[in-house]
Structures are given as structure tokens and as C-alpha cells.
């Protein structure tokens, strides 16, 4: 039998059609109600969307929401996609999407070097420029890239951190984000660097990954507690990850006995540092970082630059800048927060 | 002339049967292994029983878990299946955060009810569905595992509940202890005594088991099914939302992603813990102690130097060695049962 | 005698079937699903704004080949009556042994054919634990996706494997020359058509058919139910296998959480499609008309900057709605049955 006759059929593909139809309409007449228009701004289509490793991270809403001041200050449209996971192919979808929208710019913290790589080439084919911050992927599918500062000197003020608070002895653990990121494993080859060179007593036992999650990253650091009794510290280079780990240890028997630093946002651990579960731990201004990769963007739209080493641009309050070696633009140092200077901020 | 002395057993035989009995049932089985796991385990790192932190932590991060395998047995007992737990518990756990924050100064019971209440509407969803459209509760709560975790990614949006925005006497809940023992934990406790109670020594509990033997018997008995279906639904609705409740206590930020993949260790610990996937035996103290083993030996991995990603293997392994010990035991019975009724009929 | 002749002829011309062609073709549940595609695709091209574009047809069938292909072996399992949860634990697992493989030397080539031969492993585990040990499927199959994703994601930690051959990876996304149809599909098309002369035109398939309906009946008519089965899940790893090498070389990583919640998607689109859950009834062209609704409406919401998390409530919705609908119109169709048992207007009808 080809087809299956039965007699509630009518009613039934009646019923149906009803209800596609229904769905269908309601949800493309949302959407037709909502379609983004895309490059409304004279010639240049100023478009940018912000693709950045995963939504409810702090630290991206900060660096988007820089990155959003930019973009009304020069006129052009503002959005932000991203997965609910830092997983590399979440991304993909996302930046096809874009592709298919015909946006202007992209802006992109990549979840790998390579994985994304494909998609966003062809992204550049169809004439969309793409700009890396915050993690890079490999230097020939972005035209830019943003650094917040050298992965050098973040990976050198963590270890520094580290080893004054224990005493530059002992065994420390790494609590990072996830496994494929460009710039934790970047920062996490030169610690490790760093520590073999010059602080010999000190101890690496185990990388774990919290996936920028924040429940897990929690687990985690009960389970690090728990499988090395002689722990003295732990650093974690993500601001989900050091949150996570200091929410944990404000309630645990190790608060004040295994030190905690690394990466993280002055609003998130301020509480922390106050009643002495952290002492001190770096970061940048991510605010910055987003509305330089903005003015950045823009600059690439409107073929001011072309991403090459030497071109200079304009980046609204913070000043010129010059991309260096490798299409990339350094945006200053890390900073150092502790309960000094810690009431001084807000984000 | 033959006295009609009643054949009674002995006192001493009696106890010798209960003996054997509970030695034999699979919850004594369990309870063994949950043993030997911490044995072993604190034999390699004594900090994982003996610490502050590790008997808490011990007690206490099962405890979400066991809450939602109490319900997940109610349903499964039934002969259905609820995969749509996780996302309740996210759902929950968010409008907690939000419920907290839009009404400051709100009494903690308030939103307890209201997070109970709240899962029990989701299940009460889910529920009507399937009893009153008879249709398999596996394909709608996959739907409504679907459907729910997008509600909340939406409301959500890119949000995030922070420690911050609860209240601090909240948060102390989740590691406040009585004694010992952590607060959550004897909630968990009290809510599995009741469960067992209920499904042991009330009509309700124990028309759910017949429901789940043989749903067509009980119909023509005149049990009402899709009643005791329903509340079976929305028992599990409704623990899932009070493990939501407790999850924003535990771990302070909520993000869209709470409770994702828990239906799956709520389903493997109700099975690992002798509750027949195909309904009608099983109790909720199996269920419980099921999720006490599948969280004890999560955490027992790291310290035993396996890597935490063996966690899911362990789960799937352990689930199926409990259905196919479950089939074998099913098999030698019905043989057992056969032979003697061959044998009376010598 | 002519009259009576006449009158014999006349009382004994009867028709074939109950109603005309027309109505037999155009009122099925697989007309409604093409019906409601069709509906969606124009009403997307005209409000959706970059819609009606041949990139977008590109994109749309590169992201929804893993289903289609998954959705070809699970409509014949479950028209058995079984269900097979594990299929993206098996895209995960396959994923992984091609990255590890090719991580550890070994050419592409034979790392996919391990794959594959994983898959049918996995697909066979499946098969002896629910025919031979006969465990229910959805029991089974729960335990294999907790144990194939784990095994998944033990094996590579969540590290993703991403360096491959070029020419593969674009292989992977390459399109028929001149047209924007991605190159895959003729490997979909290929196996849809064995799939569906499978299922439609064999004794294998009928056997399929009388599976669902009735397993005790089957038995008595001499199919090998146990064999049936055993095959079909077998089916099922080694087509989910293959859409885990195509998954991987068209992201270009290979992960252990790859193609996490798959499943639903494609059970969903099966029941869309037509298939009843209960067994005994579906058509492959019904169920290829499922997964092209789900995906474009996928598609065109997310052009339309609607957030992926609305189209899985959708998506979810559809599922609930596609299986309830039947039971109403069933309940409805009883009601309406008046006492004697004759349904009002119609002569004796086939059940479908």
C-alpha cells in the first residue's frame, strides 16, 4: 500500500493544517513585526552584531554593552547573538545566520582557533567584516583581532598574584573555563611557563574545566578541594569560573587556607574581597575592550583600514590606536583589584 | 482424628523470613553498594567522609537529585515516564530568583509555596495530557522538555540570577545544617518519608502500583486512572519544583541552563533503584538511595583518579546492568511461579 | 432475459475503494504536512526579510541533513513500536572515533568507516538488550544514551578535535555544480530511496508494518520479529554514525557532546510526519515533509532574529499537538458515531 487511507483523515489533516497554519502565521507575523533591518545607514552598512562565547556571562555584558555605547555613538545598529554553551559549533549557527542577514560586522570571542573558522570566511566572502576580541581564532580567517592586553603579561600577573599570596610554595590548581578556548589555553602555556622558570616550589596538579558555567564550575571546585588536601591555591583566568570558586569557598572550611585569584570582575567579587575569601585578582576594563572593537569595525566598514600592520584609526574616547603584528590592537595592560581600590568600580 | 491445629509458623521463622526478605530486596542491595562506593572511597582520601565539607557535601548535593527520582518513581510506577523534570527545576529555580527579586522582602515560605505550586501547575500540564488524551507520556514530556527549557531560556534572555540578588538568610539555607546533617537534606528526607508512606499504607499509593501492572485491569476495576494518573504528574511537577526552590538556595546564580540533563539522572536512579521501568513495583526509597549511589560515585570518580568525564558511562552502565538484573529476576520468578504451579497441579 | 442480465450487471458494478483518487492522495496526514511546508515557505518568503534567498536553502539543508538522515531509520523503528533515544549519543560516539582516530594518524577515510563500524556496534548493543535479553526499548535505549554519551565525552574530554583534511571538510559543504543544494543530499536522496523502497515495496517492510500493528499476529504469520528488530536498530547506529561524520567535517570539530538533544528534534519531526507512536502506521514522505517543516520554520524564525529558545517551545508544541490531535480526532470520531454503529454517510472503511 503507497497510501494509507483512514477516514478521520479530512478531519484530521483539517485539524492540522489549522494548527500549522496558525503556528506558522503567528510566528512569522511576530516576525515580520520584528525583522532587523540591516544596513539602514547611508552607504556604509553599519550593522555590527556582537558574537561573544555565551549569553549570562557578566563579563560579556559588560564588554557588549561597551560595544553598544560605541555603536550609537557612531549611528550604526547594535545586536548580540550567542549559544547558551561556549561549545565552537553553538557559534556556527549563529554566524550563518548573520550571513544570511547581511549584516555589516561581526564581532566575535571565538569558543576555538579553527572550529569557526569556516563560517566566518564565509562571512568575509559575502562581505562582511569580522573582528576577533577577547579570544582569537587562527590569524588568517578574522581581519582583526582586539587583545585586551598581552597574553604574556595576563598570564605573568596571575602567576605573580598567586605565588605572593602563598608564600611562592606549595600546590596550586587551575579552575578554567572551557577546554578549546583560545585565550585560556594561551594564558594557561605561559603560567605554566612561567611557573617551570621562576617559581620552582610551586606546585601545577590539575587543569579543570568549568565550562563557563557556573554550576559546574562550583562542583568543581568542591572536587578540587575534596581530591587534593594540601591545596594551597587556586587560579582561575574566567570570571564565571573565580566567582563560582568563591561562592564555594565562602562557605567551606578552606576559606582563608587556599587563596583564590585570578580573573574577575570588581561587582562580582567585590563581597568577597571584603570579608577576605579573595585577596586580590586582575582584570581590564571589558567595557573598553567591546567599544574598541566597535570603533574598530567600524573602521574596517568603512574601508579606513584594512587590518594590515601600521594602520592607524580613530576610537572615539579612547584615542588612536595602531594594529601591530598580526592584524592585531593591544588595548592596555591588566589591572590589579583588591580591597583597596575595589570600591572604585562598577562592573 | 487429626487436630485442626493451624499450621503457624514460628516466631523465629518469621523473623528469619522478614530477614531474608530484606536482605533479598533490591533497596538493601543498593544501600550495600552506596556503602562499599564510600568506603573505598574515603579508604583513598579519608577528607571525602571524615571533613567538614565532604560529609556535607556528602549529604547534601544528592539530595536536588533523590527529589526528583521520589517523583520520577511516583510516575514511573504509573507505567509513564517524566522527562520533563530538568527543565521544571530550571523553570522554578529562575522564578525563584525572580520572585525574590521583584518582591523584596517577600517570607521565604511564600516562595516555597510558590515554587511547589509552580511545578505542580507545569506537571498538572503534562498530567492532563496524558490521561486525559491518552497519549504516551514519553512523547509529551518530551515536548514539554522542549517547550519549558525554551520558556525559560526566553524569559531569561541573556540574565542571569546572581547570589547577589537573593537574600542572605536564603542562601544560608543552602548549607545551613541541623546538627549534622545539612537543612536541604532533611527537607529532602521528610518529603521521601511521606512519599513512602503514602504509596505504602494509603489506597491512593497503592492504586498506582496496580495502575502500573496492568492499566487495563485497573481500568475495568473501576479505579479511576486518569485521576490517580494526574496526581502522579503533578507530585512530580511538583517535587521538581521545590528541587528548583533548593537549587537557587545551593548554588545562588541561576542561568538559563539550570538543571539541564537532571531528568536523566532522576529516570537511572528510580531505575538503578529497583523501580520497574515497566511499572507497577519499585519504592521511592529505592529511588532515593538509586540517587544517592549515581551522586556519590559522580563525586567518588574524581578521588579514585578516574577522570569526572566517565561520569555519564557509569550512569548508562549502571542502567542498564539494573533493567537487565531487573529482566532476570522477572524471568527466574516467572519460572518459579510456573514450576509451582505445576507442581500444585500434580 | 436481457433485463435481468441487464439488472445482474447493474446490481454488481461496485467501486474499488470508498472515495475518488483525488480525495485518497489529498487527505491524508502527509498532504496536511506538505500543506502546512508549503504554507510556511511562502508566508516566510514574503515577510521574512533574506528568506527567499538560495543561500538560504544551502544553509537550511546543510543544518538539517543530520535529522533527515536519523529520521529515515527511525520512522521504521518506530512503526515497529519501538523508540530509539539514543541516536545522538551514536552521532557523539561516531563523531569522537573520527576525531581521535584522525587525531591519532589515522587517514579519514578509515577513521569514518570506524565510525561507522562503532555505530553498528552501538546499534547492535541496542538491539540484542531489547531482542534477545528483551528489555523495553525506551529503558534500553535511556541507559545507551547516558552510556554512548559517555563514553563519548570520556574519550575526549570536552576538548574538540579540529584539524581536518580540507578537501573533506569541504566536501562536506560543497554544492551540486550550478545549484545551491548542498552535495549531501545526494547522498540523502540515495538513501532515501532505499529506505523507502525498503519499507513500502518489500516483504521486509510489510513485516515492518504488521510489527507495529500486532507483534503476537507477526509472529503467527512467520516474520522474524526478533530478526526485524535486531536489523532496524542496527540501521539506526550506522545511519546515526554517518550523520556524525557528516556533523563533524561540516563544523570541523569533533566533540563529545556533539549533536546533544538531536534525538528530540527527530522523533519530533517523525511524529509530525505522521507516524503514529502507538506503530503500524507512517510514510517516508511524510515524515521528509516533517523534518523540512521543522527546518524551515526554523530557519525563517531565526532570520527573523527570533531566538533559537522560541523555535524549541514551537518546536515542542508541534510535538505535543501533532500527537494529541490524534487521540481527539479519534475521541471526536467516536462520538460522532451514532448508536448502531454506522457512521453517518459512509460505506465500510479501511482503519489506517
Given at each position: 500500500m503507497l497510501f494509507h487511507t483512514s477516514t478521520r483523515s479530512t478531519r484530521r489533516a483539517g485539524a492540522f493544517a489549522a494548527l500549522a497554519v496558525t503556528v506558522a502565521l503567528v510566528a512569522t507575523g511576530c516576525a515580520a513585526g520584528e525583522a532587523t533591518p540591516g544596513g539602514t545607514g547611508g552607504d556604509a552598512n553599519l550593522a555590527i552584531t556582537f558574537v561573544p562565547k555565551n549569553l549570562g556571562n557578566a563579563y560579556f555584558d559588560t564588554s557588549d554593552a561597551g560595544g553598544k555605547e560605541a555603536i550609537e555613538e557612531f549611528g550604526g545598529t547594535y545586536d548580540e547573538q550567542a549559544p547558551a554553551e561556549g561549545s565552537p559549533d553553538g557559534q556556527v549557527s549563529f554566524i550563518n545566520t548573520l550571513t544570511q542577514q547581511q549584516v555589516g560586522g561581526l564581532v566575535v570571542s571565538a569558543n576555538d582557533p579553527t572550529a569557526i573558522c569556516d563560517a566566518i570566511n564565509e562571512a568575509r566572502e559575502a562581505g562582511i567584516k569580522v573582528v576577533t576580541f577577547d579570544s582569537d581564532t587562527s590569524p588568517e580567517c578574522r581581519d582583526l583581532f582586539i587583545n585586551q592586553a598581552t597574553a604574556e603579561g595576563i598570564a605573568k600577573i596571575q602567576v605573580d598574584l598567586i605565588a605572593e599570596q602563598i608564600g611562592d610554595e606549595g600546590e596550586i590548581a587551575i579552575l578554567s573555563?572551557?577546554?578549546?578556548a583560545t585565550n585560556q589555553n594561551a594564558w594557561i602555556e605561559l603560567m605554566k611557563t612561567d611557573l617551570a622558570a621562576n617559581h620552582p616550589k610551586i606546585k601545577l596538579v590539575e587543569v579543570v574545566y568549568g565550562d563557563d558555567d557556573d554550576q559546574t564550575s562550583f562542583d568543581k571546585t568542591a572536587a578540587l578541594l575534596q581530591t587534593y588536601p594540601n591545596l594551597k591555591g587556586i587560579v582561575s583566568p574566567t570570571t564565571v569560573g573565580i566567582a563560582a570558586a568563591a561562592r564555594y569557598l565562602q562557605t567551606s572550611d578552606f576559606k582563608g587556607k587556599v587563596q583564590l585569584t585570578g580573573l574577575g570582575t570588581p561587582n562580582q567579587l567585590r563581597d568577597y574581597v571584603e570579608d577576605g575569601t579573595v585577596t586580590a585578582f586582575a582584570l581590564w576594563n571589558p567595557a573598553d575592550l567591546g567599544y574598541l572593537a566597535a570603533y574598530a569595525t567600524k573602521a574596517l566598514i568603512e574601508g579606513d583600514i584594512t587590518g594590515k600592520e601600521g594602520d592607524e584609526f580613530e576610537a572615539g574616547k579612547l584615542g588612536k590606536y595602531k594594529v601591530g603584528e598580526n592584524g592585531s590592537v593591544l588595548l592596555g595592560d591588566p589591572y590589579t583589584f583588591n580591597a583597596e581600590n575595589i570600591a572604585d568600580f562598577n562592573f | 482424628m487429626t487436630s485442626l491445629t493451624l499450621d503457624r509458623e514460628s516466631v523465629g521463622t518469621r523473623v528469619l523470613h522478614g530477614l531474608g526478605g530484606f536482605l533479598r530486596a533490591r533497596e538493601t542491595g543498593i544501600l550495600l553498594a552506596l556503602i562499599l562506593v564510600i568506603v573505598i572511597t574515603t579508604a583513598k582520601n579519608p577528607n571525602f567522609l571524615f571533613s567538614n565539607d565532604g560529609f556535607r557535601d556528602l549529604l547534601l548535593t544528592p539530595s536536588l537529585v533523590m527529589l526528583l527520582a521520589v517523583g520520577q518513581a511516583v510516575v514511573i510506577i504509573t507505567r509513564n515516564v517524566d522527562l520533563s523534570v530538568g527543565s521544571t527545576l530550571g523553570l522554578t529555580a529562575y522564578m525563584t530568583g525572580r520572585v525574590f527579586i521583584d518582591f523584596p522582602g517577600i517570607p521565604i515560605i511564600v516562595v516555597f509555596l510558590v515554587g511547589i505550586l509552580f511545578g505542580a501547575l507545569l506537571g498538572l500540564v503534562n498530567g492532563a495530557l496524558i490521561a486525559f488524551a491518552k497519549v504516551p507520556a514519553l512523547v509529551i514530556t518530551l515536548g514539554t522538555l522542549y517547550a519549558y527549557r525554551g520558556i525559560n531560556v526566553l524569559w531569561t534572555g541573556s540574565d542571569r540570577i546572581n547570589a547577589s540578588d537573593l537574600p542572605k538568610d536564603f542562601l544560608a539555607l543552602g548549607t545551613a545544617r541541623l546538627g549534622p546533617i545539612p537543612v536541604l537534606t532533611i527537607i529532602a528526607v521528610i518529603v521521601l518519608i511521606a512519599a513512602g508512606w503514602y504509596l505504602r499504607n494509603q489506597r491512593g499509593g497503592r492504586e498506582l502500583y496496580a495502575i502500573g501492572s496492568d492499566p487495563a485491569a485497573a481500568n475495568l476495576y473501576g479505579l479511576k486512572v486518569t485521576r490517580r494518573v494526574l496526581v502522579a504528574f503533578v507530585v512530580s511537577g511538583s517535587l521538581a519544583g521545590l528541587a528548583g526552590v533548593l537549587y537557587a538556595a545551593r548554588y545562588g546564580t541561576v542561568n538559563s541552563q539550570a538543571g539541564s540533563g537532571w531528568e536523566l539522572d532522576a529516570v537511572g536512579a528510580a531505575v538503578i533503584g529497583g523501580?520497574?521501568?515497566?511499572?507497577?513495583s519499585g519504592s521511592v526509597w529505592g529511588a532515593a538511595i538509586g540517587a544517592y549511589l549515581l551522586l556519590t560515585i559522580n563525586r567518588a570518580l574524581p578521588i579514585l583518579g578516574v577522570q569526572d568525564f566517565w561520569q555519564r558511562a557509569v550512569v548508562g552502565v549502571l542502567i542498564i546492568g539494573a533493567i537487565v538484573l531487573d529482566r532476570v529476576l522477572a524471568l527466574r520468578t516467572t519460572k518459579k511461579l510456573a514450576e509451582a504451579r505445576d507442581n500444585d497441579n500434580d | 432475459m436481457t433485463e435481468l442480465t441487464a439488472n445482474t450487471a447493474v446490481m454488481r458494478t461496485y467501486k474499488e475503494y470508498a472515495r475518488p483518487l483525488w480525495q485518497r492522495i489529498l487527505f491524508t496526514r502527509e498532504a496536511a504536512v506538505y500543506g502546512a511546508l508549503i504554507l510556511v515557505i511562502i508566508v516566510a518568503s514574503a515577510t521574512v526579510r533574506n528568506f527567499a534567498t538560495p543561500i538560504t536553502l544551502n544553509y537550511l539543508l546543510l543544518d538539517i541533513t543530520p535529522i533527515l538522515l536519523i529520521a529515515l531509520p527511525m520512522t521504521l523503528v518506530i512503526i515497529t513500536g519501538e523508540i530509539d533515544l539514543s541516536v545522538a549519543s551514536i552521532v557523539g560516539l561516531s563523531s569522537v572515533t573520527l576525531g581521535t582516530l584522525h587525531q591519532g594518524g589515522l587517514p579519514i577515510e578509515a577513521a569514518g568507516l570506524a565510525a561507522l563500524v562503532v555505530g553498528a556496534v552501538a546499534g547492535a548493543v541496542n538491539g540484542f538488550l531489547i531482542t534477545?535479553?528483551?528489555?523495553?526499548s525506551l529503558a534500553v535505549t535511556i541507559g545507551t544514551l547516558a552510556l554512548y554519551r559517555g563514553l563519548a565525552v570520556g574519550l575526549l574530554g570536552t576538548t574538540a578535535v579540529t584539524q581536518y583534511t580540507e578537501f573533506w571538510k569541504d566536501l562536506a559543504k560543497s554544492k551540486i555544480a550550478g545549484t545551491t543544494i548542498p552535495s549531501v543530499m545526494i547522498l540523502f536522496v540515495v538513501l532515501a530511496l532505499v529506505f523507502a523502497i525498503l519499507l513500502h515495496f518489500t516483504a521486509f517492510g510489510r513485516g515492518v508494518f504488521a510489527i507495529g500493528l500486532s507483534p503476537e499476529a507477526a509472529r503467527f504469520s512467520g516474520i522474524s520479529v526478533e530478526r526485524t528488530k535486531f536489523i532496524l536498530f542496527v540501521l539506526s547506529g550506522v545511519v546515526s554514525a554517518l550523520a556524525g561524520i557528516y556533523y563533524t567535517l561540516r563544523f570541523g570539530s569533533a566533540r563529545g557532546d556533539n549533536a546533544t538533544g538531536l534525538e528530540l528534534s527527530v522523533i519530533a519531526a517523525v511524529l509530525l510526519g505522521g507516524v503514529s507512536i502507538f506503530g503500524g502506521r507512517g510514510a517516508l514522505h511524510g515524515v521528509i515533509a516533517g523534518v523540512l517543516l521543522i527546518g524551515t520554520l526554523g530557519s525563517a524564525l531565526r532570520l527573523a532574529s527570533i531566538t533559537s529558545d522560541v523555535i524549541n517551545i514551537i518546536t515542542g508544541a508541534l510535538l505535543v499537538a501533532s500527537v494529541v490531535s490524534t487521540s481527539v480526532l479519534a475521541w471526536v470520531r467516536r462520538k460522532r458515531i451514532r448508536p448502531g454503529g454506522k457512521k453517518p454517510g459512509s460505506a465500510a472503511d479501511t482503519k489506517g
Open positions: 573555563a572551557t577546554a578549546n | 523501580v520497574a521501568i515497566f511499572g507497577g | 534477545v535479553v528483551g528489555l523495553p
